[in-house]
C-alpha cells in the first residue's frame, strides 16, 4: 500500500545534478555542526546485531526486522538487521571509556520492511545515531531541552549556509523552538488523534519538541509508542518542523534521556515486557554496567527533503517504489533517484 500526496503546481528548483550536490552539502555542515556543538566522535557503527542480545531497537515492539542465519560454531545463529541504534550507543560509549560530556554519532543505515510507503516514509532508513555520555544530575528535562535547543541551533546554521548557496533560497524554520508535552497536546486538542495534534501545533509555531512520549494520557490512550528500554518516557520527544510544500508536521528526530534500570524495570512491567530483562543488554543495564546516557536519531533524507523543499523522501535518496508510486511521480513532475 502506498499515499501519495503531490502538492499543487510542484516543481523543484533543483535539478538532478544540483540536488545530489547539495545532498552531500547538507549531510557534510550539518554533522560537523553536531558533531562540534556535542562534542561527538564519529564511529563505525553495525548494520546487523545478533538477535539473542537484545541489542536491536524494538521500536513499538510489533515491527519485524529483516533477519537471516550465519554459521556460528557449526551450528547457526540468528542476525537482525538494525531498526536504529538507540541501544548500541550506550554500551559502544562504555566500551570506549568515553568520558561524560563527550560523546559518539554514526551513520546509521537500516531496512524497515514493515513501513507504509508515502512522501515522508521509505523502507531504506538513514539517519545519524548519537548518544552522549551524562550524569545523575543532569537527568531533567532542562537538560533535555538544553540538548534539544544546541541540536536545532545547528539546523538554523545549516539553513543559513543553503540560504547563502542556493538563489531565492525560502526560510523554513522560526528562530526559536516550541516546547510542549504530550498531555498539554492533548488537553490542548482533545478531539484530535495525535498526528492531528502535532499537525496542527506545528502548523501554528513552526518548528516544536514534544515531549513525554510512551506513556498513558489521561484519556487512556497513548500519544505514540516508544520501546521500553532505551529512552526514559518522561525524559524524551520528538522534533518536528512544519513542511509547508507537503502541507504537514514532518518529524526530523526522535530522542531522550536513557532509562536507569529503576525505570526500565518500570517501563518493561507496564509494557509486558520484562522477558527481555534475560537478554545481554537489559542484564548489563540492570548491573549498572552501562553509563547514563542521552541520546537520539536525526533522519538524513528527511532533514535533505525538507532543507531542498522536495515533495518526496524518494527525490533524496535511492529506494524501492511502488510501480504506481514511480508512474504517479513521474506524471507530476516528482523525479526519484
Known amino acids: 500500500m502506498s499515499k501519495l500526496y ?11 545534478a544540483q540536488t545530489q550536490y547539495f545532498i552531500k552539502e547538507i549531510k557534510e555542515v550539518f554533522q560537523y555542526t553536531l558533531a562540534r556543538s556535542l562534542d561527538l566522535l564519529r564511529v563505525s557503527a553495525p548494520m546487523f546485531v545478533r ?5 536491536n531497537d524494538n521500536l513499538s515492539g510489533v515491527e519485524k526486522p529483516v533477519s537471516f ?10 542476525v537482525e538487521i538494525v531498526h536504529s541504534l538507540a541501544k548500541w550507543k550506550r554500551f559502544a560509549l562504555g566500551r570506549y571509556k568515553i568520558p561524560t560530556y563527550k560523546g559518539i554519532y554514526a551513520d ?9 510507503f508515502d512522501n515522508t516514509h521509505s523502507i531504506y532508513v538513514d539517519q545519524w545515531d548519537w548518544e552522549r555520555v551524562i550524569l545523575e544530575k543532569d537527568r531533567t528535562e532542562d537538560y533535555l531541552k538544553e540538548t534539544v535547543n544546541t541540536i536545532y541551533e545547528a539546523l538554523l546554521h545549516l539553513e543559513e549556509h543553503l540560504r547563502i548557496k542556493i538563489n531565492d533560497y525560502k526560510k523554513l524554520l522560526p528562530e526559536r523552538i516550541s516546547f510542549i508535552k504530550s498531555q498539554e497536546l492533548e488537553d490542548m486538542y482533545p478531539n484530535l488523534s495525535p498526528e492531528e495534534r502535532e499537525k496542527a501545533y506545528a502548523k501554528e509555531k513552526g518548528a516544536i519538541f514534544v515531549m513525554q512520549i510512551g506513556d498513558t494520557l489521561k484519556s487512556g490512550t497513548r500519544h505514540g509508542d516508544r520501546s521500553p528500554d532505551y529512552d526514559d518516557w518522561k525524559l524524551n520527544g520528538d522534533l518536528i518542523v512544519w513542511n509547508p510544500i507537503l502541507d504537514d508536521a514532518l518529524e526530523l528526530s526522535s530522542m531522550g534521556i536513557r532509562v536507569t534500570p529503576e525505570i526500565l524495570m518500570e517501563q518493561l512491567t507496564k509494557s509486558n515486557s520484562l522477558d527481555r530483562v534475560h537478554q545481554d543488554y537489559h542484564k548489563k543495564l540492570l548491573n549498572n554496567e552501562l553509563p547514563l546516557t542521552i541520546g537520539g536519531g536525526i533522519g538524513q533524507s528527511r532533514l535533505c527533503m525538507f532543507f531542498l523543499q522536495k515533495a518526496h523522501i524518494g527525490e533524496v535518496q535511492v529506494s524501492i517504489w511502488p510501480q504506481e508510486v514511480m508512474d504517479e511521480c513521474e506524471e507530476n513532475g516528482i523525479i526519484l533517484l
Open 6 to 16: 503531490i502538492p499543487k503546481g510542484y516543481q523543484s528548483s533543483l535539478d538532478l
Open 51 to 55: 538477535t539473542t542480545t537484545g541489542i
Open 69 to 78: 542465519k550465519v554459521k556460528e560454531n557449526n551450528s547457526e545463529a540468528n
Open 108 to 116: 546509521m543505515n537500516a531496512i524497515r520492511a514493515f513501513e507504509e
